[in-house]
DNA sequence: GAATTAATAATTCAATTGGATTTATTTATT
DNA sequence: AATAAATAAATCCAATTGAATTATTAATTC
């Protein structure tokens, strides 16, 4: 048949990839015990039947692998179900006290610390405010809030704490004037590895990733997650940021940047080119207050704090509106993402504003061709930047990301 | 601890997800074959010890799985690689015989029916232009076209045929106007499930997919998809399409349309907001060569056929440059892609104008805080739709979609 | 209405299956 | 002699299968 060799010879470049591992038992086994933890954290609550015909194991698999989830002290069982023909079933439900995890939020106008527990809940909480965040204040809030707060656990909780995530800004160096901060103040960041830094003031694992993304997996595992397999996400606070949802999974991208949204072009009030984070951040707003005369500073000291500031306030939420709406049709024209979620380090009531002047402006662009997105309030609020760090460790350890068997190598690996 | 509750009760919606299923040996043993097979492709040719290495498996489960599949007649042994210490080894390399396919590429203006071997090649091929596609042709074209080439291959080699995959654009109907076809002329696929009548035509099993994912699917896997783990991709056909890799495989998203990008709002000539494909699709230099009296006829029969067309072709190929600039900068600050990968059907040396014009074009943006994507000419070229058709066959049957152990549910089972 | 029997469903026990690993051996080379 | 590839045999381990146990509701009989 090579006679009849159409056109041919394809180049392939070097391989760059390092893909996953081979499967095995031992894989295997942690795969499915994670897989049943994360339904039952899904649901609510399930019975060994239920797990079985959900996951398509054996029911007498799941039966070995729930005892020991059981034994281990994740998951607990509640009242027995009857009313119904046959055994009644036992529905098993997350233990919340069965692991710990600390939250830091660390921002360009405030820092929080969290302790959540395992479902989500945040048990404990500290909060600092400051004109711009420098390391050493950082690390001395950090390690002296934890000891704080483990002071109020006793021994058998404290054994149970599974790490530290920490949720932070890329770049803080970066528009450091816009919000005021001296120039070059924040130049010192530029040196500083605040992950290792806290871990070598901690003794519990630290893991760290960009702010926004952070929120977005909290949205995704506390929040509307469950009902969208896929999903835009904006977090607007000092600076909007964003993640992005793909197959009930956080994606990250390459650089960890993706979804960070910032960016992204949009057409400006005066139909100039201008990036969504000059339009739709709190910094705006705040510099729009200033120029009034308006005290900002109750923008940054918690969300609850926040007044309806009148004029100003309503130009920054349509003026926002516009260029989320824009950021969503380019964001749908890439992904057919089924939802676009907003939420920010704001009141709910500001929230249900910029969303409904969202949807408004949606509707006003060219969307012919366009799989719009279903445009929604966030579910966690203000503090799911926190809220997502600490589930970082929790994450890492006990529950599954959809369907990935094999995590993904990591980045320096794939050189 | 109870006392200490922060704010909690989060809203938790009703689940919609079905996660992938539990995990076993059987699928472990399928996985890690098809992992085997993906990595010899992947590199051209390996030893077992080398897939045990990168695979992570044990020498002897990959002794086992490999004999298998040369058992299979998949893999074929090559020349003992002596001149290093210790037993020489033997690189194992795909067997391109092992499995033929059948790809249709159906467009606005040609149909092509090639027969692709198991390294990408294709073997044979058939042609055909028309003013416009209708149903009843198309069946004719495929099913004789499938008699005629498998006339000419011997029983042997007709018994390893694996399907036939469709490459076929969305919604025919919409912008039919745009291409010349009579008003309503198109309405006739509205009704028409291609996939179905092909199926019971042809005694293979029938796959089928948007023509732009497919020409991606075919650059991931037989063109620079092994050196950029994630890229955009653009493939300029009457109208542009394309398609989104992520993680090294194709992500189509929920409604199969991701990376779609025609609809994707950007900046025209005079300032004016308008669609990616309404500026940089060959239906538009179409028109405007027939504005200024060209024939464009030589643009459908062949890529090879193109000529310089002179002053209207370079101001397509600058308008479209912008346009794709923006769609570059627009996708980058959604996902941090590594590269943006363009093709089309036409001829390279089109492509490479295209291309560089492009370069030129992004480096005049405002690309402040964006992760911009390396732009690159596709390496698969104008049959790319048609390879990538034949191609799903192959990977539904022989090849991992990277790390992902159990396939996403269907679309239809998640609601 | 009470007692009895059938049907159903959840759960678990015991035996089997099958694929990966481990250990030891053979082979071919520098 | 050292090294590396490849394979054979034995072992391990998690999932499955099929049977048994338990707890319940539903239907029937007295």
Redesign the pocket.
Known sequence: MSSLDGPANIPVPPPILNPAG?????R??AY?ERLVLSLVRLYGAL????IARRS??????V?????VLEKEGLLSRGE?V?????????PMHINPDAVYSFGLKMGRRSADLVLMDFVGRIRMQLHRTYAYPLPDEILAFVTSGIRELEDRLDDKQRGRIAGLGIAAPFELWNWAEEVGAPPGAMDVWRDVDLQADIAARVSHPVFMQNDATSACGAELVFGVGPSYPDFVYFFIGSFIGGGIVLNSAIFSGRTGTAGAIGPLPVRGKNGETMQLLEIASIFVLENMLRERGIDPEPLWYSADGWVDFGEPMEAWIQDSAKALAQAIVAAASIVDFSAAVIDGGFPDWVRSRVVQATIDEAAKLDLQGVVMPEIIEGAVGAQARAIGGASLPIFARYLTDQNVLFKEVDHAERT
């Not at 019975?47 to 239920?50: G, L, R, T, V």
């Not at 398509?56 to 698999?61: E, I, K, M, P, R």
């Not at 039966?63 to 005892?67: A, F, K, N, T």
Request: proline letters at 6%.
């Open positions: 081979g499967a095995n038992q031992v295997v086994r499915n019975s060994k039947a239920d398509g194991l054996s029911a007498q698999t039966s070995v692998i729930m005892r027995p009857r009313g119904r023909v046959g055994q009644p079933s036992i």
